[in-house]
């Protein structure tokens, strides 16, 4: 039996992972489960268990069929004992892990590393809330054993960095879109021994809604995709800020999800140094966000981790000049697969802010892309996963 571990509350993508598991499944009995107690999109084959030590353990132990894998969509601190009674009752059983990136963006040793200058200097001022500064000063001057004991004396599903980190020599296969991914993981953690399958959950088809229709690119710029802290908009407003009146017009801000406060400090700048920009505040449906993106024509993205694929896919699908930091994993894995992306250190200045992408590099993108997500190739990824 396979067992599909979320622990997601939302749970938009838990219900993709059973459509396409029933739809690619060849393996016979299988399992969902998410370790959270309430999520806001229900789907009814999905159990659900409160993230409690007792709860997973409890799970684990009426299981009576043989488990022989478990695929964790997101592997995280509240997955952690999940994983070990699993291992704990069926030693034999594998284990995989589809990357959702923040999992290790987060973590405490890698966070900062993301950040640009400002952002840097913001989170470490007042990005953090009280409590997040409390817990890190507490695990800093506690000992594991003793953070990891009072977790299990209130029964809560949490370990500490140290504990969840040494985990990760359990988990035999690595589930991501981006090879850049797994070398990332590699250079920061001790995971040689994983596999690396390359996953996605969505194909073209079903993640635009129009694909088959014909469109010439926009002329906004739009500038990051979320309000974000990682985001680090604030470097290229200021690199921005220089340019002519006609290019400064046509800046768009998509702030609509992410940390409140720094959406505050970014509308602020950027208001005070243009004197015309239009802000996304407010949350769109998902029609009407991607006949927004058919306004763009250019996108710059100034985030160091794999973030906002669903926007890179459809913006590159709809022609839209891209410009990623060379310092990203997405920038070397898309120019290592062919697409037509620019970078925001060496190309980021108003000739090519005023040069859309021609027919051919559209159509090469797009022939990338297809390679990529097709259903097709959807197939073989979640058989695989499977």
């Known amino acids: 039996m396979t067992i599909h571990v979320f622990a997601d509350s939302l749970g938009l993508y838990p219900s993709y992972v059973v459509q ?18 309430q999520v806001k999109i229900q789907t009814d084959r999905i159990e659900l268990i409160t993230g409690s030590i007792s709860s997973q353990q409890q799970y684990v132990s009426r299981l009576t069929v043989e488990v022989t894998r478990v695929v964790f969509h997101a592997y995280q601190p509240m997955s952690y004992y999940f994983l070990s009674f699993i291992r704990r009752k069926y030693p034999a059983a594998k284990m995989c892990w589809v990357f959702w990136s923040f999992e290790i963006y987060n973590r405490p040793s890698v966070y900062l590393d993301i950040l640009g200058k400002f952002s840097k200097q913001y989170y470490l001022s007042k990005g953090r809330s009280r409590l997040v500064k409390i817990k890190q000063w507490l695990y800093r001057i506690l000992p594991d054993v003793l953070i990891n004991a009072g977790f299990r004396i209130m029964n809560k599903a949490l370990v500490t960095e140290r504990k969840f980190i040494q985990s990760f020599a359990a988990i035999h296969e690595f589930y991501s879109l981006l090879d850049n991914d797994y070398v990332y993981l590699r250079t920061h953690f001790d995971v040689s021994h994983m596999k690396h399958e390359k996953f996605a959950y969505l194909s073209l088809e079903k993640m635009i809604p129009d694909l088959e229709n014909e469109m010439s690119p926009g002329n906004l710029i739009m500038v990051g995709h979320s309000a974000a802290i990682e985001g680090n908009q604030y470097e290229i407003l200021t690199m921005l800020s ?117 027919e051919d590099q559209i159509q090469t993108n797009r022939r990338i892309l297809k390679s990529l997500l097709s259903d097709q190739k959807l197939s073989v990824y979640w058989r695989k996963l499977n």
Do not use: H
């Not at 950027?270 to 029609?287: G, M, N, R, W």
């Open 20 to 37: 396409n598991v029933d739809k690619y499944n060849t393996t016979g009995l299988v399992r969902f489960v998410n370790l959270v107690d």
């Open 242 to 358: 220089p340019l002519s009146v006609s290019v400064k017009r046509r800046i768009w801000l998509p702030l609509a999800y992410g940390n409140e406060d720094y959406r505050k400090v970014i509308r602020l700048y950027a208001k005070s140094i243009f004197s015309q920009v239009e802000i996304l505040e407010d949350k769109l449906t998902p029609a009407d966000y991607y006949q927004k993106l058919k306004q763009v024509g250019y996108c710059i993205l100034n985030i160091k981790v794999q973030q906002g694929i669903g926007n890179i896919t459809a913006l590159l699908w709809y022609g839209v000049k891209l410009f990623l930091s060379k310092e990203s994993g997405m920038y070397i894995d898309f120019k290592q697969s062919g697409f037509m992306i620019y970078s925001i250190e060496d190309d980021l200045n108003e000739e090519e802010l005023n040069l859309k992408l021609t």
